[in-house]
């Protein structure tokens, strides 16, 4: 018996948001949006239209069909993305369990940022191998884009944020019924940058008024930038490494072993020292989401989407998932592609 992944899907908005047009917003140089925070353009959602239930219902119903699996044999439907939904305090799980026809399906939600994708699927894995459920529908959606201010200089590094869905199918199967083999996972927190980012108002301390909306406290802000800057930089990139390693430990591989990471999106020159820490080839090895920026928790299925369009995932190959969320988590999920 294996925890297979049967199916993938994935929906974007169609509106986009050019690298040129976030320097015009920004005013920081357009040679800077592209070449360094890595954004040619990115989806972006309209107002009234594409809220993150119905993404995700859009995302499901293809990763459904994409595992060939009837909504009414999912045990379970659980939502990983962002806290930015439809409506405050919320169950989306449940919305989409009963959109998508999942009628037998409980529902749940699980919360880890942007590193919400390897950290989702280590917890349904376990719950498909102790055998409390049979199949699961791992949901995610993301418009955080709507909460980032422009002319806030201390935000820039949310400049990349990205709107769309995804949608994973996990079953417990014998026999040759996967897209990729689930293995095991690894994570670390550092919960000394737990309020380095933060929408202020809109919660218990600063709940939302007049006031809170005129001063502008319901957009993402970074409470200390310089601060939480220098003490990121000498942790993230060995965080990073260290749960991609550890995952492929517990899984019985090795570095070498890797065929493909599909990495959360991030600065280009970041994005590529990591790989070259773990003697990759950033443009062979990965796919870089320059044409979609930071999506969440949806990047892990949109590199693999396009590593697997653009011939870089091989029946066979190691597949990495890999994250990081603010607050600060990294994770690290490992799967085999079969195709």
């Known amino acids: 018996m294996t925890v297979a992944l049967t199916g993938y899907g994935r929906y974007l908005p169609d509106d986009r948001l050019t690298g040129a047009e976030i320097a015009d917003r920004s005013g920081i140089p357009e040679s800077v949006v592209v070449e360094k925070m890595g954004v040619r353009e990115k989806r972006v959602c309209p107002p009234d239209d594409d809220h993150p239930s119905d993404m995700c219902v859009a995302a499901a119903e293809d990763a459904l ?90 935000a820039s590094f949310m400049f990349n944020f990205g709107s769309g869905a995804s949608a994973i199918v996990l079953e417990r199967c014998a026999g040759d019924c996967a897209r990729a083999q689930v293995h095991e996972s690894a994570a670390i927190t550092d919960g000394s940058f737990s309020r380095d980012v933060v929408m202020p108002a809109g919660g218990t301390r600063h709940p939302p008024s007049g006031e809170t909306v005129a001063a502008g406290m319901h957009s993402l802000d970074v409470t200390k930038p310089e601060g939480m800057k220098e003490r990121l930089a000498p942790v993230s990139l060995p965080n990073f490494v260290d749960v991609t390693a550890e995952a492929l430990k517990r899984s019985g591989l090795a570095r070498d072993d890797i065929g493909f990471v599909a990495l959360t999106h991030m600065k280009r020159s970041f994005h590529d020292r990591f790989f070259e820490e773990l003697g990759l080839n950033p443009n062979s090895d990965g796919y870089y989401l320059s044409e979609y920026g930071h999506v969440q928790s949806v990047d892990q299925v949109l590199a693999l989407d396009e590593g697997v369009a653009a011939g870089l995932v091989d029946p066979g190959d190691i597949v990495c998932f890999v994250g990081a969320g603010t607050g600060y988590t990294w994770a690290a999920t490992v799967l085999r592609w079969r195709g």
């Open 65 to 154: 069909a994409d595992a060939a699996l009837d909504p009414a044999d999912v045990d379970l439907v659980l939502y990983h993305g962002s806290e930015f939904k439809d409506y405050v305090v919320w169950s989306a799980a449940a919305d989409i369990a009963d959109r998508v026809g999942a009628d037998d399906a409980y529902a749940t939600e699980s919360y880890t940022l942007c590193a919400g994708a390897p950290i989702a699927i280590r917890q349904v894995r376990s719950q498909l191998i102790t055998g409390d459920i049979d199949t699961a529908l791992l949901v995610a959606a993301n418009r955080e884009e709507d909460l980032v201010e422009y002319e806030n200089e201390d």
